[in-house]
């Protein structure tokens, strides 16, 4: 079982940056694939980004490219997404998560889930 912890959201005004951090539980961290998804309120949890097991692919969801950029370091075994030019529309909660096949953006496919940290963009 891998534990996921995110840290990092808050309040920020619109234009502003934040970057999130998932730290995970084992040294086996570099065995998955990690993600970023984010719910808004009253929407359907969506997916914002992943990067591969080593770190060297990315892909972003089209609304987060350009501003986002997802990262790693095995060794502390952390995700990292850092969020430049916030926008309104990026308020939500945000989950990291780890799964085994690469590039695909159903939440199904990702094994383990953190608990979320809210971020909210103020104009």
């Known amino acids: 079982q891998l534990q996921l912890v995110e840290s990092g959201g808050g309040l920020v005004q619109a234009g502003g940056s934040l970057r999130l951090s998932c730290a995970a539980s084992?040294?086996?961290?570099?065995?998955?694939?990690m993600a970023w998804f984010r719910q808004a309120p009253g929407k359907e949890r969506e997916f914002v980004a992943a990067?591969?097991?080593?770190?060297?692919?990315?892909f972003y969801d089209d609304s987060v490219k350009g501003r986002f950029t997802i990262s790693r370091d095995n060794a502390k075994n952390t995700a990292y997404l850092q969020m430049n030019s916030l926008k309104l529309e990026d308020t939500a909660v945000y989950y990291c998560?780890?799964?085994?096949?690469?590039?695909?953006?159903?939440?199904?496919?990702?094994?383990?889930w953190g608990q979320g940290t809210q971020v909210t963009v103020s104009s």
């Open positions: 998560a780890a799964g085994g096949t690469w590039r695909v953006v159903e939440e199904e496919k990702y094994d383990f």
């Open positions: 990067i591969s097991w080593s770190g060297s692919s990315t």
């Open positions: 084992k040294r086996i961290f570099n065995s998955y694939v």
